[in-house]
């Protein structure tokens, strides 16, 4: 827990973590981005869709910052009118459920809201104890599901993540990156 619980009774706990999943990539996997865009761009310019180069070329500049920036660390509070993080609160109301899932060697928090909207949060957990923390007490307001119900866009996100290239010691966990710690 931070100190910031002592200045604050509203705030049940809290904890610091990268803002997103993050693992430093070889120039391997750059290299890939740039060789499947130009290839998809040869297609394209073959087809005549030119104007179709643009919004591809943006998507291989997202996936290049993405995978050469580090995140910035952020804080996230558990407190008892709901969760904040990142300037956002989202109210007990609201929330319908929770689960996690592991993506680089790091717990992700998934957050939803109750139907029709179901919009999902997610917050990077950096450790073990976080999350049985985290757990407890989340667990008091909405429920907890240990397997996640998955959408057909869900099943489609993770066939296409099979498809990406992984680099060497990915699947085992995680060797090159340390997950941030809490901050005592």
Same mark, same amino acid.
């Given at each position: 827990?931070?100190?910031?619980? #002592?200045?604050?009774?509203?705030?049940?706990?809290?904890?610091?973590?990268?803002?997103?999943?993050?693992?430093?990539r070889?120039?391997?996997?750059?290299? %890939?981005?740039?060789?499947?865009?130009?290839?998809?761009?040869?297609?394209?310019? %073959?087809?005549?869709?030119?104007i179709?180069?643009?919004?591809?070329?943006?998507?291989?500049?997202?996936?290049?910052?993405?995978?050469?920036?580090?995140?910035?660390?952020?804080?996230?509070?558990?407190?008892r009118?709901?969760? !904040?993080?990142?300037?956002?609160?989202?109210?007990? !109301?609201?929330? @319908?459920?929770?689960?996690?899932?592991?993506? %680089?060697?790091? !717990?992700?928090?998934?957050?939803?809201?109750?139907?029709?909207?179901?919009?999902?949060?997610?917050?990077?957990?950096? #450790? #073990?104890e976080?999350?049985?923390?985290?757990?407890?007490?989340?667990?008091?307001?909405?429920? %907890?599901?240990?397997?996640?119900?998955?959408?057909?866009? @869900?099943?489609?996100? @993770?066939?296409?993540?099979?498809?990406?290239?992984?680099?060497?010691g990915?699947?085992?966990?995680?060797? #090159?990156?340390?997950?941030?710690?809490?901050?005592?």
């Open positions: 827990m931070d100190q910031e619980n #002592n200045l604050n009774p509203q705030v049940l706990y809290s904890w610091k973590a990268p803002l997103r999943p993050y693992i430093k070889s120039q391997k996997i750059i290299r %890939f981005y740039i060789a499947l865009t130009l290839l998809l761009s040869l297609i394209i310019v %073959f087809f005549g869709d030119i179709l180069l643009i919004p591809l070329w943006a998507l291989m500049f997202i996936f290049y910052v993405f995978t050469v920036t580090p995140p910035s660390e952020i804080s996230n509070k558990i407190t009118f709901g969760i !904040e993080t990142v300037g956002t609160s989202l109210r007990w !109301e609201t929330l @319908d459920h929770f689960y996690f899932t592991k993506r %680089f060697g790091y !717990e992700i928090l998934t957050l939803v809201t109750h139907a029709p909207y179901d919009f999902h949060t997610y917050l990077v957990v950096p #450790n #073990n976080v999350k049985d923390v985290v757990i407890q007490k989340l667990s008091k307001r909405i429920i %907890f599901q240990d397997e996640p119900t998955k959408t057909t866009i @869900d099943k489609i996100i @993770d066939w296409l993540s099979r498809l990406v290239p992984h680099e060497e990915e699947n085992e966990g995680v060797k #090159n990156h340390t997950p941030f710690s809490i901050n005592p």
